[in-house]
């Protein structure tokens, strides 16, 4: 009974990995807080979910003032969050023959930033309280530098070393911080790729999959394994070879 009666924050749960681990964590009994841009979305999903109350919070994660005044209603409603799932994120494949800095700072803004801001408007309260649990939605493409993704995987790769850092400091406090590393996973952002995607699966498999990591405490949840581990072997690779192997990606 892990999540029973915890307080779970989940920002990006209109649709996607978000919106099924929103799902699979009601039916652990967590009362939850869900976030996105869209309202009519947001109740949507509230609907669907039984058993305790939970809320529908607008949050604009591109936005300071959007996240503190959602934190504000989640806490007001709620209390301070046992648990904060980041899971906000875009994905928009770039080469660098084709860079558009709007769109690439952009997904800089809302794949990496927000976490800091999301930071900067709660950390204070669970460090106050000397206990939380941060989950930080992030990628493989953030293990190292492929062709076509040079602004995502940035974005991914700033989220995981800042995942790492916070393991590193929180954990004295008593806050676990964890990070997901999900390989390709069938959502509306996937179904544009116009490559064939290995081991894709769905985004209900990838949240049973978090929830099952959660309950770890275990630093990193990575799936599906046979990819990311693939992924990882490249990010050990030596440069020379790794940059030869990369180049027919």
Not at 111 to 119: D, M, V, Y
Not at 158 to 180: D, G
Not at 210 to 239: C, D, N, Q, W
Request: neutral net charge.
């Amino acid at each position: 009974m892990f999540f029973s009666d915890k307080v779970v924050w989940i920002i990006g749960a209109s649709e996607g990995i978000g919106r099924a681990l929103a799902l699979a964590l009601e039916e652990e009994g967590a009362r939850l807080a869900v976030s996105a841009r869209g309202h009519a979305r947001l109740e949507e999903l509230v609907s669907e979910l039984g058993g305790a109350p939970h809320l529908a919070a607008v949050c604009d994660v591109s936005s300071f003032e959007s996240i503190q005044t959602a934190y504000r209603q989640v806490k007001s409603a709620l209390g301070v969050p046992d648990i904060i799932v980041h899971c906000a994120g875009v994905y928009t494949p770039m080469y660098a023959r084709e860079l558009n800095l709007e769109v690439a700072l952009s997904t800089m803004n809302i794949n990496f930033a927000s976490a800091l801001k999301l930071l900067d408007v709660t950390l204070g309260d669970l460090r106050a309280r000397a206990s939380g649990h941060l989950v930080l939605v992030s990628s493989v493409a953030g293990y190292c530098g492929l062709p076509n993704s040079m602004a995502y995987g940035a974005s991914k790769a700033a989220l995981s070393n800042l995942a790492e850092s916070l393991r590193i400091e929180l954990a004295p406090e008593h806050i676990t911080v964890q990070l997901v590393s999900p390989g390709f996973v069938k959502t509306r952002l996937t179904d544009t790729n116009p490559f064939p995607m290995p081991f894709i699966i769905s985004a209900e498999d990838a949240a049973a999959r978090m929830v099952a990591g959660m309950k770890t405490g275990r630093f990193e949840i990575h799936f599906p394994r046979r990819f990311s581990y693939f992924m990882k072997a490249l990010r050990i690779l030596p440069r020379p070879l790794f940059f030869w192997v990369t180049k027919w990606l």
